[in-house]
């Protein structure tokens, strides 16, 4: 497809009505600028029912005898127009926001389980859709399922079986509705309707355009910078990573009890505070996760024990649940 604006235009006005669904907000799309390109998608949903008259991408309105779209089919059709879920989550229904105002307002508690509304559900559903100019907007849908009049419309069997998906079948429906909003879709066509194709366009940013790529290509390197240090050509580990290299295994029948060693009057060490960057750990050292320095051996303050860097690890792990030096650990005993 050739991305000159009217070639462009010449081949949005080339799908008929009769022998396509064009799901195109405006009459014709012109880009802003060589900086962007309009994409043309042909989407064909499968039109294969059974005798009930349902599908997989469509399934048969009772109440209008034509065929409506369903979640399978409509992600087809908002995957083609780059439509992407923001965001999904259930809200408190209609019925009881109304009781807990009621409740906030006489101070009294409605009883929640004789309710017929007890079954409720409501969800909202969020999308992004792309608009011709190049931006995008927000589309926000709400669908609520009274259970008590889908209890008078189905029989005993049928609503058991509902019930267990009540709240997925309200994602679904508030989902749906986005997705007709954006794309302009019908509720319900005709089985000659559907088995036509549908055209959607959006637009996207051309990438033969050289200020995209040089955008593109800047995006990339600096991401990169992130993983690798650019001044020695050296991958760097992040400090957690490294002190994880650092740590050897802690030995087993090495751990402290708790209570000796604190009416021991805990650790007390005579080694200087060194902090070491991750980059300079060495592999045989074990080094505090909080000030980074090295643990080294230490013995007691009445000198009848002597902690190896291994036993002071394991029983920090076991009490702190990380590696800290004796400093720290005292730090993170509140000074007992």
């Known amino acids: 497809m050739n991305h000159d604006t009217t070639d462009t ?34 989407v064909r949903l499968d039109t294969e029912v059974d005798n009930n008259g349902n599908g997989r991408d469509i399934y048969k309105e009772k109440s209008s005898g034509k065929y409506a779209v369903t979640k399978v089919g409509g992600m087809k059709l908002a995957a083609a127009a780059n439509i992407s879920i923001v965001n999904s989550e259930s809200e408190t229904p209609d019925v009881c926001i109304k009781c807990i105002e009621m409740t906030k307002a006489t101070g009294k508690p409605q009883h929640c389980g004789s309710c017929l509304h007890g079954y409720d559900v409501k969800y909202k559903v969020t999308v992004r859709v792309p608009e011709p100019s ?9 669908k609520e399922i009274d259970c008590s009049m889908e209890k008078e419309n189905m029989k005993p069997d049928q609503y058991k079986r509902f019930l267990p998906f009540r709240a997925a079948h309200a994602e679904s429906k508030a989902l749906m509705r986005c997705i007709r909003d ?63 290299r650092a740590e050897p295994p802690a030995l087993p029948g090495l751990v402290p009890d708790l209570d000796d060693a604190y009416n021991e009057g805990d650790y007390s060490t005579d080694t200087e505070d060194t ?3 991750p980059w300079e750990i060495e592999d045989n050292g074990i080094f505090c996760e909080e000030c980074g320095v090295e643990i080294l051996e230490t013995k007691s303050r009445n000198g009848n024990k002597t902690w190896t860097p291994e036993a002071i690890k394991g029983y920090s792990e076991q009490t702190f649940k990380r590696c800290l030096c004796t400093g720290c650990q005292k730090r993170a005993a509140g000074g007992r």
């Open 182 to 244: 954006s794309l302009g879709l019908a509720a319900t066509y005709t089985l000659a309707e559907l088995k036509k194709p549908f055209i959607v366009a959006h637009v996207v940013p051309n990438l033969d355009a050289p200020e995209i790529r040089d955008a593109l290509a800047g995006s990339y390197l600096q991401s990169m910078g992130l993983l690798f240090e650019s001044t020695t050509g050296k991958a760097a580990l992040p400090p957690s990573a490294a002190l994880a």
């Open 9 to 42: 235009i010449v081949q949005l006005n080339n799908y008929p009505p009769d022998e396509y669904n064009v799901l195109i907000p405006v009459t014709s799309m012109q880009i802003m600028s060589n900086m962007q390109r309009i994409i043309v998608n042909e």
């Open 275 to 277: 902090v070491q960057l």
């Open 134 to 142: 190049g931006g995008f907007r927000m589309i926000e849908k709400s």
